[in-house]
Nanobody
Framework: QVQLAESGGGLVQAGGSLRLSCAAS????????MGWFRQAPGEEREFVAA???????LYSDSVKGRFVISRDNAKNTMYLQMNNLRPEDTALYYC?????????????????WGQGTQVTVSS
């Protein structure tokens, strides 16, 4: 069973950048597709981006062209580089893992979750 720990959140002005990290332990990292979701107060958890164990990527339309997801299998870590941040990106960002060949935008299909890291973008 894999454990996930996010880091890198914080407060940033609109137009700024942040890089989130997700460190995985307790499993074979290469076996898992990895993803990022976010949840704002009063909203449902929303898909942000995902990367398959083979390195294929998937993005939501709201972040495409601004965010970049990547993984370093040697370090058991996934990243989310967030550029040109907007106030509407403010949310609690969660790391997730799925033991499958592909990935999905549906949160309920992901098996493992981190505790989340807060991202706040001021206008």
């Amino acid at each position: 069973q894999v454990q996930l720990a996010e880091s890198g959140g914080g407060l940033v002005q609109a137009g700024g950048s942040l890089r989130l990290s997700c460190a995985a332990s307790g499993g074979t990292f290469n076996d898992y597709g990895m993803g990022w979701f976010r949840q704002a107060p009063g909203e449902e958890r929303e898909f942000v981006a995902a990367i398959t164990k083979g390195g294929l990527t998937l993005y939501s339309d709201s972040v495409k062209g601004r965010f970049v997801i990547s993984r370093d299998n040697a370090k058991n870590t996934m990243y989310l580089q967030m550029n040109n941040l907007r106030p509407e990106d403010t949310a609690l960002y969660y790391c997730a893992a799925i033991r499958a060949i592909g990935v999905t935008m549906t949160a309920n299909n992901w098996r493992y979750w981190g505790q989340g890291t807060q991202v706040t973008v001021s206008s």
